[in-house]
Nanobody, 117 residues
């Protein structure tokens, strides 16, 4: 069973930046496609960035040009660099391995991102 530990969230002003990290336990990290999700209060969890085991990335239009996903297989870590943050980016952010576009493992505790107006 892979365990996921997210960190790096915090409170920032509109236009600010944050870098989130997610460490995955286990030895198969390099073979996994990974994704970052977020869940805002009262809303469903949504996928905001994906990276394949080969390093191909994708982001939806809502964060394109502002969010960048990357990975360091030597550290079993996936990152989410966020720039030009908006109030609507406020959410708890989670990472997970992917099967297609679906989460593969139990969720970690997430990391809270709050963007002030």
């Amino acid at each position: 069973q892979v365990q996921l530990v997210e960190s790096g969230g915090g409170l920032v002003q509109t236009g600010g930046s944050l870098r989130l990290s997610c460490v995955a336990s286990g030895s198969i990290f390099s073979a996994m496609d990974m994704g970052w999700y977020r869940q805002a209060p009262g809303k469903e969890r949504e996928l905001v960035a994906t990276i394949t085991r080969g390093g191909n990335t994708n982001t939806p239009d809502s964060v394109k040009g502002r969010f960048t996903i990357s990975r360091d297989n030597a550290k079993n870590t996936v990152y989410l660099q966020m720039h030009n943050l908006k109030f609507e980016d406020t959410a708890v952010y989670y990472c997970n391995a992917l099967i297609g576009l679906r989460p593969r493992y139990p969720w970690g505790q997430g990391t809270q991102v709050a963007v002030s107006l």
